[in-house]
């Protein structure tokens, strides 16, 4: 069955055409452009820019998924149901995709599946191409770690349906985190590329030895705001010349503190549950330098390792019409579409 | 043509310099401050005060108050005694004017008949950096003409008077629109009474300080002050406004809030911009934690659904509260209960919450 999928949880402008694990179309109207001037995603814009941009960016996800050329009506003929995130996210922008699948499911007469943009994430790292490449088949159970910059997330998926989550940020998310630090460095939005480049450019040196926030405590908790804090105190009495002269090592190791904590957290979590496969998914795993930390870990505890392709780390709609597909599996269709809401905090 | 630069922040030291030189020369500079844009000159120069009066049409023996860079300074200019000093400290650095007695250190067309001097010590790194630079005091006059309104954007302002007017004008820093924030509260401390000349958007009249050195201090902290006010939320929203630097603890002050009202997961909504959350609280109905910290212009807050949030048996935390300058008035047009609580850092891990509401 062909799923047509949308997601408008926060900056992105998301729909896509799946099958199964196949993406048959995959189209983003990124707004990171638009949103630069203000260093981060800027609501308003953002809500109205969805607005103005879903009809078409739907449009062209059928183009692309079922074929150009044919009405709208013979198009979505081919579409079994739409599938759209519920949650989490910006409320504002999170009706608006939830509107315009209402819509199109009324007047297409197809089935709603009400998607939670987390599982989105986890699934996004078994996607298969048009060709249904690669095609490694599912076995769960696996370990799942969201890393975006709403989210830090760790994860048991049982099976399709069951997901227990089993450690999670007490406050900002990882991405947030580098985000705030290039904030903090006079750097645009998104922080977390530049950080990528300017950390290479030092070689991942950790110079500075930042505090690795409940690196020690024996749960699975996340908390960054503490290291937010310790970088703030660092670089607050430090002179414009001096700050920019240290720029790269003071980033390289924000970035080492970072990405410590998920290293040992998610290492902590295999050995707990004992887990022999781990899926990396969210915005911050297109950090080649993070692959490469998740890499060794998986070489050493002996598991197997799953990410997305770069093009899928981000928000996007496949990942969205992936989960769907094993909701529609089990027949977990929204009962009645015209009461769907969304949920800002939904949790898995 | 008055010469006008954009503040950006990259390049901020050239604009301190070049407003810098200006002054230097006994020129005028508009400026954006904490309030609204003002109208810099030299405190301490006859020439430059005198071109400020007369670009201004300030009545003779109407006082400007001044903006020092520090306590230094600040003692310099005016006499504090003990008392006074114990109210400074509660109010100061902080969205307000006080008078108090002045030592004749600057053109005392500035000062009051009876002696005394305002002055303003606020949280506003850009004038802070001008003013220590400087080393001399600075008049902290709107840019406005006597008698209308506080100008929020520079632009078209500039072009509206007469050339002879403008060639008063030495420079013009055009940091683009600024928040809608009403004038400083103006408070006399030179009375045996302090007395509010001038109502501002603050009031410091109950505010109340608390030290916290833990997150989970901070917390506590938010769990009493927020029960007080949930009785009274049957009328209207109880709104926290939240401000303090990068990393000071204003998500763990939102944690705080929730826990009061039962809801254990808050987390930073600034990916988001805002979170919601239903509430099982006899008094409470739901939970709207908003982060202001990606909100620059003012037209975009009302597509935030703030309003629609802004009802009785809500709880409202805003971070960056002060970014909210021009919320206030909706805030206040649905009958909400306001709460200002402003984190700063005193050290590592100390914290100094100053906590006011308007009564």
Redo the contacts between chains.
């Keep these: 069955m062909k799923i047509l999928a949308i997601d408008t949880?926060?900056d992105e402008t998301a729909s896509a055409v799946v099958e199964g694990r196949r993406i048959l179309s995959n189209v983003l109207y990124s707004q990171i452009e638009l949103h630069r001037p203000?260093?981060?995603?800027?609501?308003?814009?953002a809500?109205?820019a969805h607005e103005q941009r879903i009809d078409a960016v739907v449009k062209k996800a059928l183009d692309r998924g079922v074929g150009a050329g044919r009405s709208m009506t013979k198009q979505m003929g081919e579409i079994g149901a739409v599938a759209v995130t519920q949650g989490?996210?910006?409320?504002?922008?999170l009706e608006v995709g939830i509107k315009t699948a209402k819509t199109l499911a009324q007047t297409y007469a197809k089935p709603v599946i009400a998607v939670n943009h987390l599982a989105g994430h986890l699934y996004s790292c078994f996607a298969q191409n048009r060709n249904g490449k690669p095609d490694f088949p599912l076995r769960f159970p696996y370990l799942g770690l969201i890393v975006?910059?709403?989210h830090t997330e760790l994860v048991v998926m049982r099976d399709e349906l069951k997901y227990e989550v089993v450690g999670?940020?007490?406050?900002?998310?990882a991405?947030?985190a580098l985000d705030?630090a290039a904030?903090?460095m006079?750097l645009g939005y998104p922080g977390g590329p530049v950080i990528e480049r300017l950390a290479d450019s030092v070689g991942h040196q950790d110079q500075y030895r930042f505090p690795r926030p409940m690196l020690n405590a024996r749960d699975l908790s996340f908390s960054f705001?503490g290291l937010?804090?310790?970088?703030?105190?660092f670089v607050k009495e430090m002179p414009?010349s001096e700050k920019n002269r240290r720029l790269p090592h003071l980033l390289s190791s924000f970035q080492e503190a970072v990405f410590t904590v998920l290293i040992k957290k998610t290492q902590l979590a295999l050995r707990r549950t004992k887990l022999t496969r781990l899926a990396v998914g969210g915005g911050v795993i297109a950090n080649r330098h993070l692959r490469r930390y998740f890499r060794q870990l998986a070489r050493q505890e002996g598991v197997e390792l799953y990410f997305p392709y770069k093009s899928l780390t981000g928000d996007n709609a496949a990942m969205i019409g992936i989960a769907a597909g094993c909701l529609a599996r089990h027949s977990r269709f929204v009962t009645d579409p015209a009461a769907l809401d969304r949920v800002?905090?939904l949790?898995l | 043509m008055i010469r006008t630069i954009k503040l950006s922040?990259?390049d901020s030291?050239k604009v301190i310099d070049t407003a810098l030189a200006c002054l230097r020369r006994g020129g005028v500079v508009v400026f954006p401050s904490d309030t609204a844009y003002g109208l810099l000159a030299d405190a301490t120069n006859l020439q430059a005060v005198k071109t400020l009066t007369r670009f201004k049409d300030r009545p003779a023996g109407k006082p400007i108050s001044v903006f020092v860079s520090d306590w230094k300074m600040l003692r310099e200019l005016v006499k504090v005694d003990a008392s006074q000093e114990a109210t400074l400290r509660r109010l100061l650095p902080g969205p307000f004017t006080v008078i108090l007695p002045s030592r004749r250190r600057v053109v005392s067309a500035i000062e009051s008949q009876t002696g005394s001097l305002g002055v303003r010590l606020i949280r506003f790194p850009l004038i802070n950096r001008l003013v220590k630079q400087y080393g001399q005091p600075l008049t902290a006059t709107s840019a406005n003409l006597s008698g209308s309104a506080p100008r929020y954007r520079i632009d078209t302002f500039v072009r509206r008077f007469p050339e002879k007017k403008q060639a008063l004008i030495g420079l013009v820093v055009d940091a683009g629109p600024l928040p809608r924030r009403r004038p400083s509260t103006v408070i006399d401390l030179t009375g045996e009474k302090l007395q509010i000349i001038r109502q501002g958007d603050w009031q410091p009249a109950s505010s109340k300080t608390y030290l916290s050195r833990s997150p989970g201090a901070t917390k506590a902290i938010a769990k009493k002050l927020v029960d007080p006010f949930l009785a009274r939320s049957s009328t209207g929203p109880v709104v926290f406004l939240v401000s303090g630097?990068?990393?000071?603890?204003k998500?763990?002050f939102a944690?705080g809030v929730g826990e009061a009202v039962g809801v254990d997961?808050v987390?930073?909504p600034?990916?988001?911009?805002?979170?919601?959350?239903p509430v099982r609280h006899p008094l409470i109905s739901r939970l709207i934690h908003f982060d202001l910290?990606?909100?620059?212009?003012h037209?975009?807050?009302?597509?935030?659904?703030i309003k629609a949030a802004l009802q009785p048996h809500h709880l409202l935390v805003f971070e960056w509260g002060e970014k909210g300058g021009d919320l206030l008035s909706v805030f206040q047009k649905q009958n909400s209960r306001l709460v200002y609580v402003e984190i700063q850092?005193v050290d590592?891990v100390t914290r100094k919450l100053s906590v006011s509401c308007r009564l």
Aim: aromatic letters at 12%; a neutral charge; zero cysteines.
């Design positions: 949880s926060a203000w260093g981060g995603i800027y609501p308003a814009l809500k109205r989490p996210g910006l409320a504002v922008a975006s910059g709403g999670q940020t007490r406050d900002d998310a991405g947030e705030k904030k903090l006079g705001s937010k804090t310790a970088f703030y105190y414009a800002p905090r949790a | 922040d990259s030291q630097a990068l990393g000071a603890g998500t763990v944690q997961n987390v930073s600034t990916f988001t911009v805002a979170y919601e959350y910290y990606h909100v620059r212009h037209d975009e807050l009302e597509h935030l659904g850092y590592g």
